[in-house]
């Protein structure tokens, strides 16, 4: 059995390969992260899995994957409450870097977005975040990273660019991706140019305090 990751897309899945006549079936996929230890019973084709997305809390699934017209069912609801509160989108983003690559990064938006308005935003980043699009994110804390779902709950964006690292040049590299990042988003009109502030930690802390050296883009 292995576990699915398309890059383009970030949908992950399950599906069944056999060793005897090289044959690869897909069990289960979509726009969801699947967890990497589901459970199935040594001799039946039953899966007990849980598979979420930024909206979608990861419930448990049960899954009879011996039938080929089977769909996975939830069998559990296990954060109910998630529905009184304002939770937001994520969706992926795409902009030229100032050293001309065409990059990716996710941005988090506030429920009700429009538009039309200006928001706050955060800019959040640690090497490569944008595999992560489909990651469940329950409103908690952190030693060291904001949490995503509270600050959109408030009102913010938060801008997540992945920063692709010239050797011997981590800092210029950074500086690069997110720069360029913040530009093209303030470009599109939704974020207030005045109020955008940085978050990183540890490696990502380094290159917050060498951006900040080279721009005045950030409050």
Same mark, same amino acid.
């Given at each position: %059995?292995?576990?699915?990751? $398309?890059?383009?897309?970030? @949908? +992950? &899945?399950?599906? #069944?390969?056999?060793?005897?006549? &090289?044959?690869?079936?897909?069990l289960s996929g979509g726009d969801f992260a699947y967890t990497k230890q589901p459970l199935k019973p040594?001799?039946? *084709?039953?899966?007990?899995?849980?598979? =979420?997305?930024?909206?979608?809390?990861?419930?448990?699934? !049960?899954l009879n994957y011996g039938n080929s017209e089977?769909?996975?069912?939830?069998?559990?609801?296990a954060n109910p409450q998630q529905s009184e509160y304002r939770w937001g989108a994520i969706e992926p983003v795409q902009w030229t870097s100032l050293s001309g690559e065409v990059l990716n990064g996710l941005l988090i938006k506030p429920e009700d977005f429009d538009p039309a308005a200006q !928001?706050? %935003?955060?800019?959040?980043? !640690? +090497?490569?975040?944008? *595999? =992560?699009? $489909?990651?469940?994110?329950?409103?908690?804390? $952190? /030693?060291?990273?904001?949490?995503?779902t509270v600050y959109a709950s408030k009102g913010y964006l938060i801008f997540a660019p992945d920063i692709p690292y010239r050797t011997g040049y981590p800092g210029e590299s950074a500086y690069n991706a997110i720069v360029s990042g913040v530009t093209a988003l303030i470009n599109k009109g939704?974020?207030?140019?005045? /109020?955008? @502030? %940085?978050? &990183?930690?540890? #490696?990502? =802390? !380094?290159?917050?305090a060498y951006v900040v050296t080279r721009t005045n883009l950030f409050a």
């Open positions: %059995m292995l576990h699915q990751f $398309h890059h383009p897309t970030k @949908a +992950e &899945g399950y599906s #069944w390969h056999s060793l005897k006549n &090289g044959k690869t079936t897909q040594k001799n039946a *084709d039953y899966l007990l899995f849980s598979r =979420g997305n930024y909206q979608v809390f990861p419930d448990l699934q !049960y089977a769909k996975p069912a939830q069998i559990s609801q !928001y706050p %935003m955060i800019v959040n980043f !640690y +090497e490569k975040l944008s *595999d =992560g699009l $489909h990651q469940h994110r329950s409103p908690d804390f $952190h /030693r060291s990273q904001i949490n995503y939704f974020v207030d140019p005045k /109020r955008v @502030a %940085m978050q &990183g930690h540890s #490696w990502g =802390g !380094y290159q917050a």
